[in-house]
C-alpha cells in the first residue's frame, strides 16, 4: 500500500505532463521542453524508488547478492566524503571527518559504500543551513564504529523507533520536498544487517543526531 501511494503521484505527474505534449502536437519539442523534463525527472524518480524496493525485497528474500571480500573502510569512506563536499558548501554546512587509518573488514564494498552514503546525504539534508556535519570511525574492540551526528532540529524522541522503517518519515511534507520516499535508512540497516552489525540513532538538542554503525571485522 505504501508503495503504491509513492508511485501514484509522480505516474500521475508524468501523465498530466504527456497530455499536455500531445494536446499541443503541433509545437516544436523545444516549446515542450518543459513539461518533457518534468517527467523525466519524476521517471528517474520513480526508477530510484523501484530499484530501493528491489534490493530490500531481495533482503527479505535473503537473495540479496553479497560479494565480501576485504575492505579498508577507511579508504572507501574518504572516498565517499569527496561528493558531499560541495553538497555541505552550496548548503551552508560545515563538513568534518575523523577517520582512523587503515581499518579493514570483510563486507561488500557496493553495499558498504551506500550506507556511508545514505547516513552522509541524511546527515547534509537535515543540519540546516550555518550547521554541521561530523563523520568519526574508530576501532571499537573488534569491531568498527562508524558515527554521523548532525546539527539541526532534534527528531523527536517518538519518532525515533521508527526511523529504519520502510516509508516511514519524521517529516512527511519535508522529505517529499527533498525527493526521498523513506526508504534510505532501511536500506541502509539491511546493509548494516548484512554484515552482522548494528546500527542506531539518538537525537538531542545538545548533542545533536547522531547514527552509530558498529561492523564486525571479520567474515
Known amino acids: 500500500a505504501d508503495a ?5 503521484t509522480p505516474l500521475t505527474v508524468i501523465l498530466a ?3 499536455i505534449v500531445l494536446a499541443h502536437q503541433e ?5 515542450q521542453a ?3 523534463e518534468y517527467t523525466q525527472e ?3 524518480q520513480m526508477k530510484g524508488l523501484v530499484e530501493d524496493l528491489l534490493f530490500l525485497a531481495k533482503s527479505d528474500a535473503a537473495r540479496q547478492e553479497v ?6 573502510l577507511s579508504e572507501l569512506i574518504q572516498g565517499c566524503l569527496l561528493p558531499f563536499e560541495p553538497v555541505a558548501f552550496e548548503a551552508g554546512v560545515q563538513l568534518d571527518a575523523r577517520i582512523d587509518p587503515g581499518l579493514t573488514l570483510v563486507g561488500d564494498e557496493g553495499q558498504l559504500r551506500r550506507l556511508v552514503r545514505i547516513l552522509l546525504d541524511n546527515a547534509v539534508k537535515y543540519a540546516g543551513e550555518g550547521g554541521s556535519v561530523e563523520l568519526t570511525l574508530t576501532k571499537q574492540q573488534e569491531k568498527l564504529r562508524l558515527t554521523v551526528r548532525n546539527t539541526g532540529d532534534p527528531i523527536p524522541a517518538e519518532h525515533l523507533p521508527h526511523l529504519f522503517e520502510r516509508f516511514y518519515r519524521a517529516d512527511a511534507a519535508r522529505d517529499r520536498a527533498q525527493g526521498g520516499y523513506g526508504l534510505g535508512l532501511a536500506i541502509a540497516k539491511a546493509i548494516t ?4 552489525g548494528k546500527i542506531s540513532v539518538s537525537s538531542s538538542l545538545e548533542t ?6 558498529l561492523l564486525p571485522r571479520g567474515a
Open 4 to 8: 503504491s501511494h509513492e508511485l501514484k
Open 17 to 19: 505532463n504527456t497530455g
Open 27 to 31: 509545437d516544436k519539442v523545444s516549446t
Open 34 to 36: 518543459k513539461w518533457l
Open 42 to 44: 519524476e521517471a528517474r
Open 67 to 72: 560479494r565480501t571480500a576485504e575492505v579498508d
Open 193 to 196: 544487517e548484512h554484515h552482522r
Open 208 to 213: 545533536g543526531t547522531v547514527f552509530t554503525v
